[in-house]
């Protein structure tokens, strides 16, 4: 079993509020939820207004496949209409049992 993780940094140097980057954060999530079958969750920078981490795992049973996936995620993310920037896209894979 293989978890292929991916962490987003989005900036949002327009935002003013929580409330505005909560509104991000919650369409960014829950079109990657219908599009892939994935978890994710914002991970890092709660209290920042123009910061979100985001943090997505897919488990599969072949490292390329999850990679593959990720890899989407980020093409998917990239292409949306958010009003936040993509700064940075890591990813890894963890071999488990």
């Known amino acids: 079993m293989f ?4 962490r987003l ?10 409330k505005g980057k909560r ?3 919650h ?3 829950d079109r990657v939820r219908q599009r892939f079958p ?3 969750a914002e991970i890092e920078s709660l209290d920042d207004r ?4 985001i943090g997505v795992a897919c488990v599969s049973n072949n490292a390329a496949h999850g990679h593959a996936v990720l ?3 980020r093409d998917f993310v990239e292409d949306l209409r958010l009003d936040a920037e993509l700064r940075d896209v890591e990813t890894e894979s963890l071999q488990a049992f």
Do not use: D
Not at 3 to 6: D, E, I, K, S
Not at 9 to 18: D, H, I
Not at 50 to 53: D, F, G, I, N, V
């Open 27 to 29: 369409r960014l999530r």
């Open 50 to 53: 123009r910061l979100a981490t």
């Open 3 to 6: 978890v292929a993780c991916l």
């Open 9 to 18: 940094t989005l900036a949002m140097p327009e935002n003013e509020s929580l």
């Open 38 to 40: 994935v978890a994710v």
């Open 71 to 73: 890899m989407s995620i």
């Open 23 to 25: 509104a991000v954060v």
